[in-house]
Every structure is written in C-alpha cells, then in structure tokens.
C-alpha cells in the first residue's frame, strides 16, 4: 500500500502492534523535534486572523453581498454567470483575489489561463505546465500512474525534453531514483521546487507587469440589481402549480354531475386552497415569520 506525503502533525493515537525499542526511539526523535520547533504568541496569530478576516471581507458573499444580486433569494442566476470557471472577461472582485496568494491565482481557472499566456512569453511555460502534470498525476486514476510517472519524464524530466525543467541536481537524483518504483507522489518534491520558483519569481513579475494591470482595468463591476421591498410581490420561482392542487379526472367529472344537479355538497368538496390559492402563500409567510423572524428581517432587506 503505497505512502502519501510525510506530515509531522498527523500522529496517530493507537498504539501500534509491534511496540520495541525502536518505536520509542522514533516517538522521543519526534517529541524532541516538536520541543525544537518556533512557536507563535497568540496575539501574532490573532493579528493574523484579523488581517486574513479584513482582507476576504469584501469577498464574502455572506457579509458584504454580492452582486448583481443573491441568486438564493431572487431569480437573477447573473452572479453564477459572471463567476463561472472560464469568462470572457472576469469580475473586477474575481481579479483582484489574484493578488491575495498564489494558490488563489492556481486555483481559478480563469486566472490560471492568464498565468501561463504570461509565462509563455517570459519562455517558462514549461514550469506551469509540470506542475498541473503532477497534480494530474496526484488526484487522476490509480491504474494510470505508471503511465503518467513515464509521460512527465519523457516531457519535463529526460535529457533532451521538448519542455524539459530547471531542477537542481540533488531533487533530480532523488525523483529518478524514485520513478524506479512509480506512485503517485513520487513526483512531490520535483513539484515543491517549481512550485516555489514560480512563487518567487513568475508569480510576482506578473503582478506587476502590464497584463495584469491592463485585464484589471478591462475587468467590470457588475451592476446591482433592484429589488423589491416587500418579499410577498416577487415573481415565484417555481410558477407551475402543485400536482397536489390538481384534481383528477374523475373526481372532476363528479364535481361537475353534482353542480348541475344542484347538490350543495359540491361546494364542500372544494378545498380553501384551491378557491382561494393566496391562502396558503399568506399561511406560509405567517408561520415563517412566527418560526424565523431573524431570516425574515433579512429577507426583507434583501
């Protein structure tokens, strides 16, 4: 069973089978390097959270709005529109999140697509490009492995490679060494350093250079959408009715023999909801309102 990535805060709490001396051994190796290790004063990581809060803030859907509207509460789908995976042209909002981490310019793939159009004209594609084949190989099927293990070799990694990368000489040796036995994160640590050349150095440059000023001064500010102030006098979003409020076939036929016979029972059989239909919608705002009146304040306002 192959091993993911060591990770040294993930320390298991059953006690193996084979308890000897060389699990102590390896338990005080560990326990000494956590004694060893810098910690932070809580008021540093507080300031942190807050610059982190302050920072997502206008990000949030939740606490500042979106726009143009909250899909969730009227019919307008815009707001997934302009945010889908791939636009013509992204959201100022979408642009600026860029700027927050590089993970945040990765992870979109709008934003990823103009990273690489960048890259391609400071002639280190290249790196980009590794670096989604090893996360393809990470996360894609296990059968595959061995063929995408041979695959990044023969394009990033082989003497002579049509997009061959700038590794140092101490993590190649250990990837080649380790592409002998193929898994899924035998490609981890050649991963880590393009991932950290581009931080360093592509990620920064692109910040700065004109593409990026010049698609965040194209980008738009999508316009708000006005709403109505009572919640009752918007357009229903599901305006087929029930099949609960339809009658069947023969049970309309009866109402129609006993009306034209003049039975007063005809009257009877017809449900309130179905003579007067505002009925129910009125009966529903009243128990919302008496069950949740926090949500229906901010439904109002909303």
């Excluded at 997009?163 to 981890?188: A, C, F, Q």
């Excluded at 581009?198 to 910040?207: E, G, I, N, V, W």
């Amino acid at each position: 069973m192959e091993r993911g990535p060591e990770r040294g805060n993930c320390c298991s709490g059953r006690m193996p089978l084979g308890v000897n001396a060389d699990y102590y051994k390896r338990e005080m190796e560990y326990l000494k390097k956590a004694m060893a290790r810098t910690r932070v004063k809580s008021s540093i990581c507080l300031e942190g959270f807050l610059k982190f809060s302050e920072q997502y803030l206008p990000h949030d859907p939740i606490m500042s709005g979106c726009l143009p509207s909250n899909p969730w509460i009227t019919d307008d789908v815009m707001y997934w529109t302009t945010n889908a995976p791939m636009v013509p042209m992204p959201t100022k909002l979408r642009v600026e999140r860029w700027t927050f981490n590089f993970m945040e310019l990765l992870n979109d793939q709008r934003g990823r697509r103009e990273f690489l159009q960048f890259l391609e004209k400071e002639f280190s594609a290249e790196n980009l490009c590794f670096w989604e084949a090893c996360e393809e190989l990470r996360y894609g099927e296990h059968s595959k492995v061995a063929s995408t293990v041979q695959s990044v070799y023969e394009h990033f990694l082989a003497p002579g490679a049509t997009r061959w990368v700038n590794i140092d000489s101490k993590t190649m040796e250990k990837t080649l060494e380790g592409i002998k036995n193929p898994h899924r994160y035998v490609l981890d640590d050649a991963q880590m350093h393009i991932y950290m050349l581009m931080k360093k150095d592509s990620y920064p440059r692109y910040l700065k250079s004109e593409m990026y000023k010049s698609l965040l001064g194209q980008a738009f500010i999508p316009p708000e959408t006005k709403k109505g102030v009572f919640p009752f006098m918007r357009r229903q979003r599901h305006s087929s009715p029930s099949p609960a409020f339809l009658f069947p076939p023969d049970q309309d036929a009866k109402s129609d023999g006993e009306s034209k016979s003049g039975s007063p029972a005809a009257v009877s059989q017809v449900p309130a909801h179905a003579m007067f239909p505002q009925l129910s919608l009125l009966k529903g705002l009243f128990h919302f309102r008496i069950y949740f009146p926090f949500l229906y304040s901010l439904q109002i306002l909303f």
